[in-house]
């Protein structure tokens, strides 16, 4: 069964505060996306991977294959980055997205 | 390029009438799915169009019906909607030739039923 699961489920963290989300899978995949909601709104499409690790401001991405894991990290957190980041991927067998759970963060000043 | 684009952003709708949302892709982009998304809840795939036919389709009745046309816009249409039918409506775009291909994604729209 193609399942992704993310963790935690909410974090709160202090302005500043170095933030890790997980997410995991069960069988290959094409490709990874981490993605951004923010409360009412629609979804950002933050970094796609396959393979490797994607950087892009204060956003890191990693992926590693073999443990079929991927880590979203944010640094130097600011309360703007509250929002629900959700992981979802393309698994080899699949013309669909299967998401995650998402992960709620939020950022306190 | 504007990305994906949907319309409308809001819309209220009474139980049992029909409704109709669009999605216009993102500009090179030739396969749209479309996602519902509860309150509280991580989005479900609705179905797929690719070369203005279902590709694949989601665990949803009959009432959900779409359509793809030439210039790869979309739509989703609701019949007899219910209640619960209530949700953001998302819309993603990508490329079917390539799997790695980046899946972008509209600001949703959202339906309320009344």
């Known amino acids: 069964k193609n399942e992704v699961e993310q963790s935690p489920q909410n974090l709160t963290a202090q302005e500043g505060e170095f933030i890790t989300i997980n997410c995991s899978y069960s069988?290959?995949?094409?490709?990874l996306h981490w993605l951004q909601q923010h409360p009412g709104g629609g979804i950002v499409s933050l970094f796609m991977?396959?393979?490797?690790?994607k950087k892009h401001g204060r956003l890191i991405a990693t992926i590693n294959i073999q443990e079929k894991h991927s880590s979203l990290h944010i640094t130097a957190s600011h309360p703007r980055d509250s929002a629900v980041y959700i992981c979802?991927?393309?698994?080899?067998?699949?013309?669909?997205?299967?998401w995650g759970a998402g992960t709620k963060l939020i950022i306190k000043p | 390029d504007a990305g994906v684009t949907q319309s409308p952003t809001h819309l209220i709708k009474t139980r049992g009438q029909q409704v109709t949302l669009r999605c216009s892709p993102k500009?090179?982009?030739?396969?749209v799915s479309w996602y519902q998304q509860a309150l509280g809840q991580g989005p479900q795939f609705i179905f797929q169009?690719?070369?203005?036919?279902?590709?694949q389709r989601g665990n949803f009745p009959d009432r959900f019906s779409g359509h793809q046309f030439p210039n790869y816009s979309s739509e989703l249409n609701v019949n007899a909607l219910l209640l619960g039918d209530s949700a953001l409506y998302l819309c993603?775009?990508?490329?079917?030739?390539?799997?790695?291909?980046?899946?972008?994604f509209g600001q949703g729209t959202r339906l309320t039923v009344v």
């Open positions: 169009y690719y070369e203005e036919e279902e590709r």
């Open positions: 069988v290959g995949i094409s490709a």
């Open positions: 979802a991927v393309w698994f080899d067998s699949n013309y669909q997205l299967i």
């Open positions: 993603a775009s990508s490329w079917l030739g390539d799997t790695n291909t980046e899946a972008f």
């Open positions: 500009s090179g982009h030739d396969t």
């Open positions: 991977l396959s393979s490797g690790k």
